[in-house]
């Protein structure tokens, strides 16, 4: 417990270079704050004292601003910047040397039981405003850029912008083919439109044939006839 505390004070530091001492880290960084609320918060969780967690977590949501549910998994070294509006929900796991900025969810998208909330690698980067959701995992060293969407599975070493989130970096090289970005709804919903207009011009095109056919038949069958009468 202390030995993490001592990581997360050193994770101040590292990150924020308006960090000017040690006083000034203990007493007035509130993301600090919020991360050894939940620490404390998650030992009572995992002692099955759930109600007392809760207390824990939601006296450090109404001091900081930051809701961590007390079953988040939280690594070492994680550093939360200013913080306000940031939650982690309860099946919530988070890797070493994480940063979080201010507005981050790291949320699900439904009711659904179990896992249902992210899985975030190593030396992650969440910046201001993203929204995670869902029970997937972001790979390590990748970056998420301000009030990005991300739905889906992101590769390690990845940079993923925009609603929904699209990897624009993999490797250190941008990305360009469609096959390597997370899926759009919106190119998704035009891509199945196209499929039933192809479709729609197939029918068309075969009813318009069995029509000719009838006509051709039926103008056949009255020469038929006249020729007779």
């Known amino acids: 417990m202390f030995k993490n505390m001592k990581s997360d004070i050193q994770a101040v530091f590292e990150n924020d270079p308006a960090a000017r001492g040690l ?9 600090l704050h919020a991360i050894w609320a939940q620490r404390i918060a998650h030992i009572f969780y995992k002692r099955h004292w759930f109600t ?23 690594g070492q070294r994680l550093f939360i910047d200013h913080g306000m509006g940031v939650v982690i929900g309860e099946t919530c796991e988070i890797g070493d040397d994480v940063v979080i900025y201010q507005g981050v969810t790291l949320g699900g998208t439904g ?5 249902r909330h992210p ?18 995992t972001v790979g390590d ?29 993999k490797d250190g090289r941008r990305v360009d083919r469609l096959s390597h970005q997370l899926p759009d709804p919106v190119i998704d919903a035009m891509h199945e439109m196209q499929v039933q207009i192809h479709e729609l011009r197939v029918e068309l095109n075969r009813v318009q044939q069995e029509n000719k056919q009838l006509i051709k038949e039926e103008v056949e069958t009255r020469t038929r006839m006249n020729e007779r009468i």
């Open 52 to 74: 007392l967690a809760r207390i824990i977590s939601q006296c450090s949501r109404f001091m900081t601003g930051i809701e961590i549910h007390p079953g988040a998994t939280i």
């Open 141 to 169: 060293q990748s970056n998420i850029g301000a009030n990005s969407v991300v739905l889906k599975e992101v590769p390690p070493n990845s940079t993923v912008v925009g609603i929904p989130g699209k990897i624009v970096k």
């Open 119 to 136: 899985t975030i690698g190593n030396n992650v980067v969440i910046a201001s405003g993203a929204k995670v959701l869902g029970s997937f």
């Open 111 to 115: 009711k659904e039981k179990g896992k």
């Open 23 to 31: 006083f000034e880290v203990i007493f007035t960084y509130s993301g």
